[in-house]
């Protein structure tokens, strides 16, 4: 008997049913696989990241308590699930040091922690799968990561995550019948996991994203025929409403750090320049602003993909490129400065408030508790190896 509910065991079906029919069925399919879970390899993860680990995502819950989680896949292993691990490792001293939390066999997209017990875990059950999409599944924690337990499992490709309590949570999914175009849905939970529902989302493209204000205000971005599109609802997501940008190119960040407030930034490669758009209005109409300094968004800098950005306030708020730089905002956006150029790419990372924030390379954090002043370069599994790098901030 399966300890937990399947995804979309209690299903809620929106939409356009012809539209689901054009998504070739696969975005709401189930994997019925369900006491087939991942479960913990050994214990703990090792006590220092494995040199062929990459990191992929991390979440902090306050100042000093975080997480972060690496893909360990073995080639070679002769089975698709069994080269690949997830690898969690935690911290209390704000990244100054990292200790072994739980392993899984699992391919990791992303986590979340809603506080210092729970945390969520998106990821797939191997690499390669044939024609088909692997297994993606959900799984929680409620020990602070030290073991892990599937809430669900589904064919649809799990792609971001975004609670906004325990018990409410949001879930970004997709079904690909190309690159370019892939059908979004939602998966998304108000029992902390117990029951999820599905729903279809009126947006088809690629590289997509998912952020969340409160349980009711959301949005979901992709790029549709080169051009940046946004969806919007004000009420939990039983309705949508599309966002037409000026944004034009092969990748897209956003951040909303308020209902009407919100930032867009496209990358393009060839003859697509980059841009960077602000909206007052809730998206309904954007303005282009500059950003002093950003030569790694125009590809200056490696790659020339935005790979996030976010405000924590009015005033605060970052741009982490896809390659090795982090700008910084202090006046809303005015002015812009180089915080961290780093020695590796960035593959993932986040400000909390204004003060503390951390972005990780393909083995290590970057940590800061001033801003982005200085920087603190911390092995996963180990302590400061890579001293501090001071750069000023204007």
Not at 63 to 78: K, P, T
Not at 355 to 360: E, R, V
């Amino acid at each position: 008997m399966c300890r937990k509910a399947e995804l979309g065991s209690k299903e809620t079906m929106r939409g356009n049913l012809k539209w689901l029919a054009l998504a070739l069925g696969a975005v709401l399919s189930l994997v019925l696989t369900a006491c087939e879970e991942p479960q913990p390899v050994g214990g703990l993860s090792p006590a220092t990241l494995p040199a062929e680990a990459r990191l992929a995502s991390l979440s902090f819950v306050d100042a000093d308590h975080g997480w972060v989680v690496a893909a360990n896949c073995l080639e070679g292993s002769g089975t698709p699930t069994g080269g690949c691990r997830a690898l969690v490792y935690s911290t209390r001293s704000g990244g100054k040091s990292w200790a072994p939390a739980g392993r899984l066999l699992l391919v990791p997209r992303g986590m979340q922690f809603t506080d210092l017990e729970t945390g969520w875990l998106i990821g797939t059950i191997g690499q390669r799968c044939g024609n088909a999409t692997c297994p993606n599944v959900v799984m929680q924690t409620t020990d602070a990561g030290r073991t892990w337990q599937r809430t669900s499992t589904t064919s649809v490709e799990l792609a971001d995550v975004r609670f906004v309590s325990a018990r409410d949570g949001w879930i970004l999914g997709q079904a690909c019948v190309s690159a370019t175009s892939c059908a979004a849905s939602l998966v998304f939970t108000d029992s902390a996991g117990q029951t999820w529902s599905n729903e279809q989302l009126p947006l088809n493209g690629h590289g997509f994203h998912l952020d969340r204000l409160n349980a009711s205000v959301g949005w979901v971005g992709g790029i549709v025929d080169g051009r940046a599109v946004l969806i919007a609802t004000g009420d939990g997501g039983k309705s949508w409403a599309r966002l037409e940008t000026p944004c034009q190119g092969d990748a897209l960040a956003f951040d909303f750090p308020s209902a009407e407030r919100g930032w867009l930034a496209c990358s393009g490669t060839g003859s697509v320049a980059s841009g960077f758009f602000q909206t007052e209005d809730g998206g309904r109409t954007w303005q282009a602003r500059p950003l002093p300094g950003a030569g790694s968004l125009t590809g200056g800098n490696g790659g020339g993909l935005v790979s996030a950005l976010g405000f924590t306030s009015p005033d605060f708020g970052w741009v982490l490129d896809g390659g090795k730089t982090i700008l910084n905002t202090r006046d809303g956006g005015k002015t812009w400065a180089t915080s961290l150029t780093a020695n590796q790419p960035l593959v993932t990372g986040r400000f909390l408030d204004a003060s503390h924030g951390w972005f990780a390379d393909r083995q290590s954090v970057w940590g800061t508790d001033d801003g982005g002043r200085t920087w603190k370069n911390v092995a996963v599994g180990g302590d400061a190896q890579g001293g501090s790098v001071t750069m000023s901030v204007k």
